[in-house]
């Protein structure tokens, strides 16, 4: 038993010396706790609305009101013409749009029953789902306290309508994300160990004596990764048109275009974890842990990121497939042009640019 415990002792000691250890040991948990604790929910708040008020009278003031005083919407801005509707989804921001008639009230005091519109972004179907139920309570409190003040009864209706979604397919919602996750973790987990599995293998040597430019060599890493990512890209497609019925709204160049752009940026990304790795069992835990839970959490896939705290949302910025999410939804989903995605397409240009550039300089002639 005495050298039992002298061993177990040993053990402890190999493991507070390794500070690596402990940070995973004791820190992995801790922060698993507070991310999925506190800052990823599916819970919504904050949603951005939209109100068309054709009537401007004082029974849609009050229900306005309590759309604006309530935790899940914030309402965003205000249109004239019913016909501006499908313009305030264009920004990707809107995800209801209130529509009060001409005449509420007079409808609602008059005839006793009046309607509202209630119009909803379906690309993501759950959150539209959600939304267009608390718009409902929200309508049905306002009801409640005019049946408590008259003893005439009145009856508010709603019409529902869903854009871009009319039969709520929850394949709008994970197409997209699965296309930049997919897209994403293939290209850099493959191309980061590509530079670093020929200084495992040793005929880095022959390259670097080779005449061929460092910026060659590179790319002759990246090509052949490009051309497996796009065919990658065309089976995806083609099973989510043909098996999920999901039918491509937009420009088909235009979606081919963005996603080669990200798939270069993934290239980036893997050739610069590959120069700055010494070995293959690195590269892949660092292209893994880096790209897969970024993209799972941050991208606006599974988690809403208006729910997320600032420090999250800001953090949200630097993981590409955020930016790639919001353009596959906006050309498949909703057939917007270049005009609705310009942002976020230079914004993975950057991105681009950037790595690849750092990749040139990390890239060593000289073996150590």
């Not at 002792?9 to 922060?31: C, N, Q, S, T, Y």
């Not at 660092?286 to 800001?314: C, K, R």
Request: hydrophobic letters at 50%; aromatic letters at 8%.
């Amino acid at each position: 038993m005495r050298q039992l415990i002298i061993f177990v002792k040993k053990e402890f000691l190999h493991v507070f010396r390794d500070w690596k250890a402990m940070l995973l040991l004791i820190g992995m948990p801790v922060a698993q706790i507070l991310l999925f604790g506190f800052a990823l929910t599916n819970e919504i708040s904050n949603a951005e609305i939209v109100i068309c008020d054709l009537s401007k009278d004082e029974a849609t003031q009050r229900i306005i009101e309590k759309f604006d005083a309530s935790k899940t919407f914030i309402v965003r801005n205000s249109i004239t013409n019913i016909n501006q509707v499908d313009e305030a989804f264009k920004d990707g921001k809107t995800k209801l749009v209130i529509v009060f008639p001409p005449n509420f009230n007079y409808d609602l005091q008059h005839q006793k029953r009046a309607q509202i519109q209630i119009v909803a972004d379906a690309s993501d179907p759950n959150t539209a789902t959600t939304l267009t139920n608390f718009a409902s309570q929200i309508i049905m409190s306002y009801q409640k306290e005019l049946l408590n003040n008259q003893s005439i009864p009145f009856e508010i209706t709603t019409d529902m309508q869903m854009v871009y979604n009319p039969d709520l397919k929850g394949s709008t919602n994970f197409v997209p994300g699965v296309m930049a996750l997919v897209l994403l973790l293939v290209c850099v987990l493959m191309t980061s160990v590509s530079i670093v599995k020929e200084k495992e293998l040793g005929t880095m040597e022959i390259l670097l004596v080779s005449p061929m430019n460092p910026l060659l060599v590179i790319l002759s890493k990246a090509i052949p990764y490009l051309v497996l990512s796009i065919v990658n890209l065309i089976i995806i497609l083609l099973l989510s048109v043909f098996m999920l019925d999901l039918p491509i709204k937009g420009s088909l160049i235009l979606l081919f275009a963005e996603s080669i752009l990200l798939i270069i940026t993934a290239l980036s990304i893997g050739l610069m974890i590959s120069n700055i790795t010494a070995s293959q069992q690195t590269a892949m835990l660092i292209a893994l842990a880096g790209m897969m839970l970024p993209t799972l959490l941050f991208s606006g896939f599974m988690f809403p990121i208006e729910n997320m705290p600032v420090a999250l949302q800001v953090i949200s910025n630097i993981v590409p497939s955020k930016w790639y999410y919001i353009i596959v939804k906006n050309i498949m989903i909703k057939g917007l042009g270049f005009t609705a995605i310009w942002k976020e397409t230079l914004i993975l240009l950057g991105m681009t640019l950037f790595f690849l550039t750092v990749s040139l300089k990390k890239f060593k002639t000289r073996l150590s």
